[in-house]
């Protein structure tokens, strides 16, 4: 059984710095991300990783945002620097087997985690 389970979020004030984590758990994932959605808006697309390493951000984080992974133990991470009171929102992780991929598009994502409340006081 296919498990994705986030941990690491939490409130932080604006400027300050978030980890989060994601273990995956019943299969090993080649492109694993991480998505949010504040209230009243779209899930949107933060960064991404695939297995060999290779990164995607979106616009809004790069600099900021920080997306890691442990092959070994099957772990994707998120640190978060710079925080801003717009980064306020539930993060989910997201993952797929394939190696080739839109990584932005969360309809390519057919595993998805609970989601962690990140919230950015200002």
């Known amino acids: 059984q296919v498990q994705l389970l986030e941990s690491g979020g939490g409130v932080v004030q604006a400027g300050g710095s978030l980890r989060i984590s994601c273990v995956a758990s019943?299969?090993?994932?080649?492109?694993m991300g991480w998505f949010r959605q504040a209230p009243g808006k779209e899930r949107e697309f933060v960064a991404a990783?695939?297995?060999?390493?290779?990164?995607y951000y979106a616009t809004s984080v790069k600099g900021r945002f920080t997306i890691s992974r442990d092959n070994a133990l099957n772990t994707v991470y998120l640190q978060m620097n710079s925080l801003k009171p717009e980064d306020t929102a539930v993060y989910y992780c997201?993952?797929?087997?394939?190696?080739?991929?839109?990584?932005?598009?969360?309809?390519?994502?057919?595993?998805w985690g609970q989601g962690t409340q990140v919230t950015v006081s200002s």
């Open positions: 997201a993952a797929n087997t394939a190696s080739y991929m839109n990584y932005a598009a969360s309809g390519n994502y057919p595993y």
């Open positions: 019943g299969r090993t994932f080649n492109a």
């Open positions: 990783i695939r297995s060999g390493s290779s990164t």
